[in-house]
């Protein structure tokens, strides 16, 4: 198994500029979720999903939009950078159910993403 | 809203010394809790969790945690630190119900010297 992975590892953009961070996972789980990581903030939720055609918020969520057509997949688009989407992105997976609140996530190794 | 904190943004111990980080949880029905540990420039790997029953839980790496319902608090152990072990430590929590959301405190560098 690859586990969660995710394209790019860098990224420069200009501000206005859009783009797509990749998230895939090979383990079927229905739990997927994106965070950002920035310095004395630990990770913040941006949104998340449950399974396929369920996505919501999390707690960052502006400047961002998710859709999951597929298990495996779930992508994360910058509609229109900005310097504050600076940060590292991080994609996790986990599986999910009635009494499965208790599995943890597996993460991916993290974009780094610059806006100039 | 559920939340996790971690009071200590860095901690310093020597090579050997014991350790604690420090998690308190916000109130909440069957707290499910992570300890993750974040080596520089890679992903979080889970270092153990608590779901039920024994309120000691055993990890990887030598590391343990203790689950205190009346103290809201998952605090992070090791006997004897290796200069390995310098990274930052998220405690994390999840609920269960609902779409399972999970939150993680801020984080706790370790740094190990010899």
């Known amino acids: 198994n690859a586990g969660v992975t995710q394209t790019p590892k860098f990224q420069v953009l200009k501000t206005g500029q859009s783009m797509t961070l990749q998230c895939a996972q090979d383990?079927?789980?229905?739990?997927m979720s994106w965070y950002r990581q920035d310095p004395g903030m630990g990770l913040r939720l941006i949104h998340y999903?449950?399974?396929?055609?369920?996505?919501d918020q999390g707690e960052v969520p502006n400047g961002y939009n998710v859709s999951r057509s597929t298990t495996e997949d779930f992508p994360l688009r910058l509609l229109s950078a900005a310097p504050s989407q600076t940060s590292v992105y991080f994609c996790?997976?986990?599986?999910?159910?009635?009494?499965?609140?208790?599995?943890?996530?597996?993460f991916g190794p993290g974009t780094r993403l610059t806006v100039t | 809203a559920q939340s996790v904190t971690q009071p200590d943004i860095h901690i310093t111990v020597s090579e050997g010394a014991s350790l604690e980080l420090r998690c308190n949880y916000s109130?909440?029905?069957?707290?499910?809790l992570f300890w993750y540990v974040q080596s520089p420039g890679q992903g979080l790997q889970l270092l153990l969790k608590y779901f039920s029953g024994d309120t000691l839980v055993q990890g990887i790496k030598g590391f343990e945690a203790e689950f205190k319902r009346s103290q809201s608090s998952f605090n992070l152990r090791k006997p004897s630190v290796h200069w390995s072990d310098a990274a930052e430590y998220f405690c994390a929590v999840r609920y269960s119900g609902g779409y399972q959301k999970v939150t993680f405190g801020t984080g706790t560098k370790l740094q190990v010297i010899p």
């Open positions: 383990m079927n789980h229905e739990y």
């Open positions: 999903s449950v399974g396929a055609g369920i996505t």
């Open positions: 996790a997976s986990s599986r999910t159910g009635t009494s499965g609140s208790h599995y943890e996530q597996y």
């Open positions: 109130y909440g029905a069957t707290p499910y």
